[in-house]
């Protein structure tokens, strides 16, 4: 069993910046990939963001590479977004997703590559 959490949403004005934490609880060896996803109302789930928990390796999404940011921290199971240049259509609810396949960093985050999601963080930006 691995559980996800977030934290780090809130409200912001345009052009500000928030940064988002995710801990993944589970045998650090079992995780290799970890994502950010976001959700709008009324909107799919989007991926934007990966990265690879051994290499860093990074991939980012065209609506929000430049601006966002992520990161390891000292644990494996550790990442940090950080999301600047804030737009109000980056409002939604952002949520933190780890897998245990290898990590694929070619497109978008799928989310049939990530089994163990958390609950979610609001993030509100305001113009």
Known sequence: QVDVVESG??????????ILSCVASENTKSINSMAWFRQAPGQDREGVVSIDTDTGSTFYADSVKGRFTISRGNAKNTVYLQMSMLKPEDTAMYYCAAGVSPWQGLAPPSEYEYPHWGQGTQVTVSS
């Open 9 to 18: 949403g809130g409200s912001v004005q345009a052009g500000r910046s928030l």
